[in-house]
């Protein structure tokens, strides 16, 4: 260990760290970035100690904030995707500055970006993102696990994926220009949580049912009384357009689940390429009732059995048994029902620990682990010995709905003790898996077996722990979710920051803590508040795998479909046409004008602005906002927005640019006209 390790191990020694810290910066730091850094700076004193000393840092945190500084103007390694919870968002960090540099609005409204906010493409996403069935147009989202698409189970910088927790919809995100571009409320599920993952070539994206929903019962309504017999869950494999990311429904299909809360899911990779696996819990079926009885509480009537099932599923058997149409169409997607998955051996099930949380497997593919929130265990399964039970047909019979179970001790490669409440696992690139501890608030690092590389007297043991603060949920190293991980970073997800920030009212942000995990010994780097979401998991992709990701759009671009809009206006082109009631306003935007500026119309017109963004320099942005009418928009350089006003309201709206974009953009302001 060295001396910068110790310190870091040991927040006591603050006279020993303090050298350290030091040390590290005349030596090896010194070096490189930040010390040539620091050496152009004409105005530091180069007395470092002094300043260590008038902040009054300890040596190690010294240390944290050289490991995670990033200097002004120069670009973090990573990129961070996080979830944002129930804000319906997604939000884009920098790694390992922690700086937060975009939120990706996905479900929720969003006024900055104009998303929901009348443009034509952000509307129509939105609008065909949930079911018309539904009594109102939803207005938010439960973001929970981001998936970033994968080309032999690496990142490859093109699309994202994310679920809606709440409402059992899937997003998708262009990575080109970091836009929501399609929302899907997927049939026959109420909730999602199974997902997203995609498989390693990005084939599909996976999302499961998280409570099971009647839609075998005729009408799609049952009594809980018939919760085994209409209400079932569904694994959805979302088929994605290799040239768009898009999802496409017609080669998309969904397998028929017990009604067993869904949990976790993860796709196999290399070893496990073809499979995907799925937790659950409450396989008691448990439906709460605590009012006729108070020991009907959901909370202790599902957690009865000692195990629950890991959902094993062959998705290329699958994948040949809807070639063969051996499905059945239910609610408008192609199903493979319950009987036909396990006579076709698509589906079969492992005992875990009783309710477990997360199923990950690891870089190579050969072990999935498995945390049981009420088991100080990680329970490790192989591959291998799945397959060879799957061959033999090594079972100890069935459920209650036919699914074959496999033995349990067949499957089992090893049960490695970490500490209180595991719930997630992710992974280096050195055969170390780290798991969070929530009961513990901390991290258990540990070794894999010899499948990950491992030596012999090293594997299945725990090696590191580190606590954090608090409460942690999920976890994130770089690239953690590949078939090759950087390890590096690892963020820990925080549910509670107690005391961590300055009190900023009642609800206290989250927390999210930088963990460096060079060196044998975890330590803590930086925290970052995240007061803005509750961020279920992220990803981290290294910043040069986006090299899709546009500056500016091709002139007279529309976002939506990333092609030449037809309501495109070249710079002269501007018009106003009238067609009865109809108006369509053909508008270019640059700064400081839009052409035309003043828009005349009748009460009860349709009007439509198509607003052309003729800009072709980085980061001119327009907006385009029509007081008293809800409209706000953001036209970015090259790109087109068309939004339909109805002109309800007789006055004169002194519309405007909403974006600060240039010495003269106080001037950069129109007029709608609504003639009573
Ligand atoms: Cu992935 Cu928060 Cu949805 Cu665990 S869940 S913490
Ligand atoms: Cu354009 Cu302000």
Redesign the pocket.
Known sequence: MSESEKVAASPMKATVSRRSAIGMMAGGAAAGVVGARIGQSSSTSGNYEDIIDARGFTGNWAEGALKSFVPPGEFDPYFIFASGGHSGQMFVLGCPSMRLLKAIPVFTREAWQGYGFGSDQSESVLREGFDPSKSEPLGWGDT??PALSETEGDYDGRWLYIND?ANGRIAMIDLADFKTKQIIDLPNLGTS?GGCFVTPNSEYVHISSMTPSPYLAPGGYAPLSDYAKYYRGASCWMAIDQETGRIDMDRSFQIELPPYTQD?ADAGKLSSFGFGFINSYNTEMAIGGDLEDPKKALESTAIANDFDFLHVIDWQKAEQVVADGKTEDMNGIRMIRLDVAVAEGVLHFVPEPRNP??VDVNPTGDYMVVSGKLDPHASVFSIEKIKAAIAAEDYDGTDDFGVPILKMESCLEALVELGNGP??TQFDGDGNAYTSLFVDSAVAKWTLGPKAGVGEGKTWTKVDHLPVNYNI??LCSAEGDTVNPDGKYLIALNKWSIDRFPPVGTLHPQNFQLIDLDGDKMSVLADMPIGFGEP??TQMIKADKLVHTLRVYEPGTDPLTMSKSRFATDPGDARIDVNGTNVDVFATVMRSHFTPDVVEVNLGDTVRFHLTNIETTPDATHGFAIPGYNVESSIDPGEVVSIEVKATRPGAFAMYCSEFCSALHLEMQGWFLVKP
């Open positions: 929970h696990h927790r949580h976790l949380h997360g719930l997630h949920g999920h279920h998991y």
